[in-house]
């Protein structure tokens, strides 16, 4: 029974010395995994939001393509904007909130009617201003 036991302590503090040794072996590679996550996200495209993406690619055709590259190399013209394509998607998918938000504000989002929306707070303090005059 001692034997048994002192195997089961032994077994325990193995265990949590190779814990330890792959929490290690994870920090150390830690700069060659976020590498690797940035290849991935040049060279692979998200299509999650296939509206944003789409419109994406077509400014990048339009203006990197027909405009800014437009005397560069075939090479250079096939490249650039497969890259800039790809990472404007990752960009999209990581934002797609903040664009959305962007969108809904230029399209009237929180105005009623044409006229313009007031917080309560600034009419209590515009009235508490006219008061005191």
Do not use: C, Y
């Not at 290849?39 to 789409?54: A, E, V």
């Not at 400014?59 to 800039?84: E, H, N, Q, T, Y």
């Not at 990581?94 to 962007?102: A, E, P, Q, S």
């Amino acid at each position: 029974m001692e034997e048994k036991a002192r195997l089961k302590t032994l077994l325990a503090m193995q265990k949590s010395a190779l814990r330890q040794d792959f929490s290690r072996i994870k920090e150390e590679f830690t700069p060659v995994r976020t590498a690797i996550a940035a290849i991935g996200k040049i060279t692979t495209k998200d299509n999650s939001n296939w509206l944003l993406t789409t419109a994406a690619d077509t400014a990048i055709d339009v203006i990197v393509k027909r405009f800014i590259l437009s005397k560069a190399g075939w090479f250079a013209r096939i490249i650039l904007p497969f890259f800039m394509k790809n990472i404007s998607s990752h960009l999209i998918a990581d934002n797609k909130d903040k664009i959305f938000d962007k969108i809904a504000s230029w399209f009237g989002s929180g105005k009623s009617n044409g006229k313009p929306h007031f917080p309560e707070k600034e009419v209590t303090e515009n009235l508490a201003e006219e008061e005191e005059d």
